[in-house]
């Protein structure tokens, strides 16, 4: 899973993505990683500077790929705390400009 933010669309993504191997040589060393982020499967938009702009999905159609229930379940968990905590810092934000 990765989070980026969108300067243009002023919200985060929260991309659940397919997993990939790390290259073999990364296996020298203990504390790198096993597997990448590959291919993006969906895509959610947590908009951080409006309340009325609801958060969406994006669904990557090119991937076909079949999300097992229980890993959906965790991204729509993780999607729901962004979404929890831009809303928390925007009113908070809101409330300090007051």
């Known amino acids: 899973m990765l989070f980026t933010y969108a300067v243009p669309d002023d919200a985060w993504y929260v991309e659940l993505s397919e997993a990939v191997p790390a290259p073999p040589a990364w296996a020298s060393s203990p504390d790198a990683e096993t597997h990448l982020?590959?291919?993006a499967l969906?895509?959610?938009v947590v908009p951080d500077e409006d309340l009325i702009r609801q958060p969406?999905?994006?669904v990557h159609p090119d991937s076909e790929r079949v999300i097992p229930y229980e890993v959906m379940r965790w991204y729509l968990g993780k999607v729901a705390e962004?979404?929890?905590r831009c809303?928390?810092?925007l009113i908070e934000s809101s409330h300090n400009d007051t």
């Open 37 to 39: 982020p590959g291919a």
């Open 42 to 44: 969906l895509t959610a």
């Open 56 to 58: 969406t999905i994006v």
């Open 82 to 84: 962004e979404v929890e």
């Open 87 to 89: 809303r928390a810092a």
